[in-house]
């Protein structure tokens, strides 16, 4: 029956679909945790990525950092990175105001 057949085949699109996509988000995870790895290797800072309300945010902790808590918060918008006021912010304002204000460097800041 024609009707059977076509039901078989969408069910088993459907798995194939279900397989695929599960197989893509364990690419991914992996991936992921290769890139943050070696970001922490080679450039020293742990990099966590969130969303909260529509804004990408991201942190930052050094390999150095005393406190578990002594992280940059940035927002990004409209592809430009924003730091957010922090405890551990607040403690590098001059920084802050050469690097970021003047020169527009995050490089440098980092």
Known sequence: ??????SVLSLTQGINNETRYQRL?????QKSKVFREAVF???GYKVDLTTE???TILKLRCM???KE?????FQWVNGVPELL????????TDKIRTY???CHSFPAFL
Do not use: I, M
Request: aromatic fraction near 12%; proline fraction near 0%; charged fraction near 30%.
């Open 1 to 6: 029956d024609t009707s059977v057949d076509s």
């Open 25 to 29: 988000k364990e690419v991914y995870a």
């Open 41 to 43: 290797a080679l450039l």
């Open 53 to 55: 309300r529509e804004f």
């Open 64 to 66: 150095y950092a005393e």
């Open 69 to 73: 808590d002594d992280v940059l918060v």
């Open 85 to 92: 006021a922090s405890e551990f912010a607040n403690c590098h």
């Open 100 to 102: 970021l204000n003047a």
